[in-house]
């Protein structure tokens, strides 16, 4: 009986046909910054005061510097204040000037905003005073969408497939950010952004199991990587899309819309051949390997393709799967920590953006420009020290960097966002290491439910670190200090975790731990097969010519 990992090697580690794929699903996460961080953008805040238009009845002359001197309190630095005003009352203009307003009250009326003033989420839904707080429930109303997203398209991928599950996330993502861009109400756009964070969930977690699934075990940190350093060029590209479009439904429409380009994905988008297999959809999977064989220029033994059939079938997994298993329990409670950890240092960074004290748009290119040397320094850094060292020494950095910002006084913008610069960049390594990590530690039956267990605690994160942010009223230290804290914590148990770096994925769950490859599948890897695929160097494989 073969192994599914004999193919693997057969069609190539890491041929064209798997470039090309990782290229397809690489796409979508381009886009991926536009969601997560583009509200940012979105609420810059502008000067406002409340609307006090009632006065025009009695004074209609009046100049408006004389209509706010006489409706609008002043604080402590002689400014007028941006969130109350004095209370309407029915007397005439002279008596207003002689005796003067006193008695304020909060803006009922609304707010009014510089005149030529690009539409924003700020001016179009009165996102300040008391309202303010509404700006980061938004946020977190896109991350719960991200978490429905992770135990919906998580489990909807082991059971229906992956190429499936990411048309569907792809075209829901578009569908509902167009809508969202349309929204002519605060919580219908609340709404559409929930279905958005569903479907980037969905389409984050299926990405990485396709990426995993087909390609060979030393391949695997490129292969995922890679798609991020997508995501890591898409940041970059928000810091220049955002400052040319300041109409904030214009940038919505430019990070959703293209997705609705990649309708070709119905035809080429492959489904996973070692998933096919767990289903005992053998046929189908023959089909699969074939034709990407056929693109890699290789060929597959009629012999050993027969083999497929002769393959165990193994069982369909669930949720519950996860803690009957001793090993898997471990990971699966060590590993939500961890995504959860990732999730809390990562986006208190990146939803802290305008809060460094620089100009936004260039703290966001610079967040954007470290991600593509943290993501791709990990593709090197998890094949040298392994994917646990990696992991756990990434996490402490970002927790302790988190901290030392907590301690600079506000005073010091430009050696705050140094930090947190260098501090996005080890959140950054320490997710994308969690990525390839995770998707090695569970067998591919529970692949994505395992991933996307572990996502969602990431997502709780989410959802709590734009609140956390609330508590910066209270002193500016208490966010980051909370952000960095279980970063360091959790660092410290992921020492406890096996090590997967070179080590064949597990298929089900009775096979729960990564097994090491054979070195006769190593060394077949590294030979070139001759055009009809029969030699298989048979003095040197003993193993593989059994099979045949």
């Known amino acids: 009986m073969t192994e599914f990992g004999d193919f693997m090697n057969i069609l190539g580690d890491f041929g064209p046909y798997q470039k090309l794929l990782i290229f397809f699903i690489s796409l979508p996460q381009f886009l991926i910054p536009f969601q997560m961080s583009g509200q940012e953008f979105m609420v810059l805040e502008v000067p406002h005061h409340c609307d006090t238009s009632w006065i025009r009845a009695v004074g209609p002359n009046l100049t408006e510097e004389e209509q706010l001197n006489l409706t609008l309190p002043r604080g402590a630095d002689g400014a007028y204040e941006q969130c109350r005003r004095y209370s309407p009352v029915d007397w005439d203009?002279?008596?207003?000037?002689?005796?003067?307003?006193?008695?304020?009250e909060e803006c009922r009326s609304g707010w009014v905003y510089p005149a030529g003033q690009p539409p924003s989420l700020l001016t179009e839904f009165d996102l300040v005073c008391e309202r303010k707080a509404l700006e980061d429930i938004a946020l977190s109303i896109y991350m719960v969408g991200l978490l429905i997203g992770a135990v919906i398209f998580g489990t909807l991928s082991d059971r229906f497939g992956r190429r499936l599950t990411l048309l569907l996330c792809v075209f829901t993502q578009g569908l509902s950010g167009v809508g969202a861009a349309l929204a002519p109400h605060l919580y219908v756009y609340m709404a559409f952004r929930c279905l958005v964070g569903a479907a980037v969930s969905g389409i984050l977690i299926t990405s990485l199991s396709l990426a995993t699934e087909w390609v060979g075990a030393s391949s695997r940190p490129k292969a995922v990587l890679i798609s991020h350093c997508f995501s890591a060029v898409?940041?970059?590209?928000?810091?220049?899309?955002?400052?040319?479009?300041?109409?904030?439904?214009?940038?919505?429409?430019?990070g959703n819309a293209p997705l609705f380009a990649l309708f070709f994905y119905i035809w080429v988008l492959p489904e996973s051949a070692r998933w096919l297999v767990t289903k005992g959809r053998i046929e189908e999977a023959k089909k699969v390997l074939q034709k990407a064989a056929s693109f890699n220029k290789r060929t597959i033994p009629p012999e050993l393709l027969e083999q497929l059939k002769a393959e165990k079938q193994t069982?369909?997994?669930?949720?519950?799967?996860l803690f009957r298993n001793k090993h898997l329990r471990k990971v699966t409670l060590i590993m939500s920590l961890t995504w959860f950890a990732d999730g809390l240092v990562y986006y208190g960074l990146s939803f802290n953006v305008t809060s460094f004290g620089l100009d936004i748009y260039l703290t966001q290119l610079a967040f954007g420009a470290v991600e593509l040397p943290a993501r791709l320094s990990c593709i090197f850094l998890l094949e040298w020290f392994g994917r646990k060292k990696t992991q756990a020494v990434f996490l402490l950095l970002s927790g302790l960097l988190c901290l030392t910002v907590a301690g600079i006084p506000e005073d010091q913008p430009v050696t705050?966002?140094?930090l947190a610069t260098i501090g996005k960049f080890t959140a950054t390594a320490s997710l994308s290491s969690s990525y390839v990590y995770t998707a090695e530690l569970f067998p591919t039956v529970i692949r994505q439910t395992g991933t996307g267990l572990c996502s969602m605690s990431a997502r709780v994160a989410g959802i709590i670190a734009p609140l956390i942010r609330l508590l910066g009223e209270f002193h500016h230290a208490i966010p980051m200090a909370l952000f960095g804290s279980p970063p360091v914590l959790v660092g410290v148990l992921c020492f406890l975790l096996p090590e997967t770096r070179g080590n064949e994925l597990a298929d089900n769950t009775g096979a729960a731990i990564p097994q090491p490859r054979s070195k006769n599948l190593e060394e077949l890897a590294k030979k070139d097969l001759t055009e009809d695929g029969a030699d298989l160097k048979k003095d040197i494989y003993p193993s593989l010519e059994t099979k045949l």
């Open 315 to 321: 069982n369909s997994g669930g949720i519950l799967d």
């Open 416 to 418: 705050t966002t140094i």
């Open 93 to 104: 203009l002279d008596s207003i000037r002689s005796y003067g307003l006193n008695a304020t």
């Open 234 to 254: 898409g940041q970059m590209a928000l810091a220049g899309a955002s400052y040319g479009l300041r109409n904030w439904r214009l940038l919505e429409i430019a």
